[in-house]
DNA sequence: ACCTGAACACCGTTCAAGT
DNA sequence: ACCTGAACACCGTTCAAGT
């Protein structure tokens, strides 16, 4: 008799072997010893799985924060995220895909919220400024992992050899090297960090009445 | 008789009209009055066609940038990129899934290094800041479509109430619903201003010989 | 050289029928 | 109540054959 949550579990699992691509009703019904369509006693659609699926690769993130500074509690936060993103193959295409709502999400969410709210931002700032670290994190592990994607089919090399070695003279060649040679971990805090300075200077030199950063070139659709 | 451009600019506008997950070799072919097997002359893959129509989704991004302070420069392409990003259907996710190294994306990335290196940013440190504000831009626009598409379900509505009216007392409400509330192009030119900030933080009172940020909790694999 | 037609090995999803 | 088997309307891709 197959619960709901092992579906989700197996589908954690076949993602790992297969890939999203390769994640298909049949072969997920085949690895639960179970047809295709029966997945559908729980879950109306593919797409609902993945949601499922999105918010479970979220839960080690819900973990408690040790005390300290807010800005180190958010880099750690931010760490555990791309962490989560990155412990299974495709995780950070199955999250952006899928605008998550469940449990996890909402949970780590609020807890980025509520600790730079701690820290005095006042709330709007505080909203627009978590969701910044969100989309930074979702973006970094996206390209990550497609990065690992290319890798795999023996692309990455190339691909990195066309962006490094570009005939443009004045082209930032070393920028590009250091970049690839990298740490992508010790990259993604890097970028961190630049975005929490930012809040944190926010913080204390607002100039509290002004609502006043210019608006964007064009407003996109 | 079809040319390799013709099918990329059919590609996109079939993108607008059927999204990412209509975009099938079958329809693209009736779209340019040709069978579907006939693209495989130009492309050898649709992936390989993907690729194309990302780097193409970038051009708008490489128009040269007025002059004016290296924070500016980079707020206006940052805006730009993600213009062009939400400028067609799915078109976030298009390029999000193909790791590009076409010459418009080799162009922006190259803008950002240059215009960093410019303002003093040391290589190393350039490149990895060009690459934060990168993900940052992807991340958001990728968000903002896939909320466009549960718009066009149904599907949002129900989802932000479920984010913003969460039981847990200490939620907070405020600072989601102010979220939600906000134009979108405002709540991502803050974002960048806030990255923005960080850079120019780092660039005054950098302490030279530090490469001292803490390393993360975890090196994920 | 460029394209078609048919085929191969798949998909997600529906639904009557079985137990 | 839970699952199967068969079917429907599709996919991307290959490849001999046409012009």
Known sequence: MLRR???VDGAIALLDDEGLDGLTTRKLGAALNVQGPALYRHFPSKEALLDAMADRLLEPVAAPLPDGPWDEKLALLAGRLRSALLAHRDGARVVAGTYVTGPNTRLVENTILKTLQAAGHPADRAGWAAFAISYYV??????????????????????KRA????????YAHTALTKVFDADPAERFDYGIRLLLKGIRHELHHATPKTTSHRPPENRAQ
Chains 1, 2 share one sequence.
Do not use: C, N, Y
């Open 5 to 7: 949550a092992d579906v």
């Open 138 to 159: 979702l973006g970094h592990s996206i390209e990550e992992q497609a990065q690992a994607r290319l890798s795999a089919t023996g692309d990455w090399t190339s691909r």
């Open 163 to 170: 962006l490094i070695q570009h005939p443009d003279p004045d």
